[in-house]
């Protein structure tokens, strides 16, 4: 029987998780999803993901594929596996019949990310582990007007991590948004690809705008130098979260 591929989109609480990639060293979603697979299907299963989120961070909108040796509905897929997965605070949203040709990496033509800042004195009670607290007054309009300089095809190699094994640090950065609602300060982000911690390292960044310890052109001479250590201090991983990948 010709197996039947599932697009699945995906949302996780990635506290308490290694990250999206299967690892030897603790739990992860990808490991997860794929034990939950095995136990619905009787055979061993791999999940592909459109995203290798880190520890931590989180997702409303991973999308992964995998395929079935039998070809249940989409909603027993999507039920089985959640079944299988509880309680775990990973849930599968929605399963999709799609054709062999689907990739849920290499098919994705664009990828979405929000990271969330809580801007005040107070600790966290709420959003613990689901934003960056930052105590000291930000300004977000100089933060969204700096956030502007990124836009466009550059050398990303000053916000990427050491240890990023993509091919080139060259990628184009479609969109990136900043917008305050009372204390809580959003950056809305796009782009076909990013490099290894890429969002979090432009996101550390540009909190030093909004501090006004940099400039946008401290921003601009620090992208341009290509230079690793002029990174600020990298943002913390329990802010992000994948959002949407679009195909």
């Known amino acids: 029987m010709i197996p039947q591929r599932y697009k699945l989109t995906i ?12 690892q030897a060293n603790g ?53 089985a596996l959640n079944a299988h997965m ?7 949203i929605r399963a999709e019949l799609v054709d062999a040709g689907f990739d849920a990496r290499t098919s994705a033509k664009q990828r979405h990310y929000l990271y969330r800042i809580s ?11 689901r934003a960056w607290l930052v105590k000291r007054r930000l300004d977000s309009g100089a933060m969204h007007e700096a956030a502007q300089v990124l836009i466009g095809r550059h050398d990303f190699s000053t916000f990427r991590d050491s240890e990023c ?3 080139s640090p060259i ?23 990013f490099l290894h911690r890429q969002v979090r390292s432009m996101v550390g960044s540009l909190e030093r705008v ?5 400039t946008a052109d401290d921003l601009r001479a620090a992208l341009e130098a290509r230079d690793r250590s002029r990174c600020a201090t990298v ?4 802010g992000l979260y994948l959002t949407r990948v679009d195909y």
């Open 210 to 214: 909004a501090a006004a310890q940099w």
């Open 165 to 167: 094994q993509a091919a």
């Open 27 to 79: 739990r992860s979603i990808q490991g997860e999803l794929e034990r939950a697979a095995e136990c619905f299907s009787g055979a061993p299963v791999m999940v592909r993901g459109a995203g290798r989120t880190d520890a931590v961070v989180h997702a409303t909108g991973q999308v992964a594929h995998l395929d079935l040796p039998k070809a249940p509905s989409c909603d027993t897929v999507r039920d």
């Open 119 to 129: 801007n005040r004195r107070a600790p966290l009670a709420l959003n613990q582990d």
């Open 86 to 92: 509880r309680p775990l605070p990973i849930a599968v």
């Open 235 to 238: 943002a913390p991983a329990a």
């Open 11 to 22: 949302e996780y609480d990635g506290s308490g998780f290694v990250g999206w990639q299967r």
């Open 171 to 193: 990628r184009t950065l479609d969109r990136m948004e900043v917008r305050q609602d009372g204390d809580l300060i959003e950056v809305k982000v796009s782009a076909r690809s």
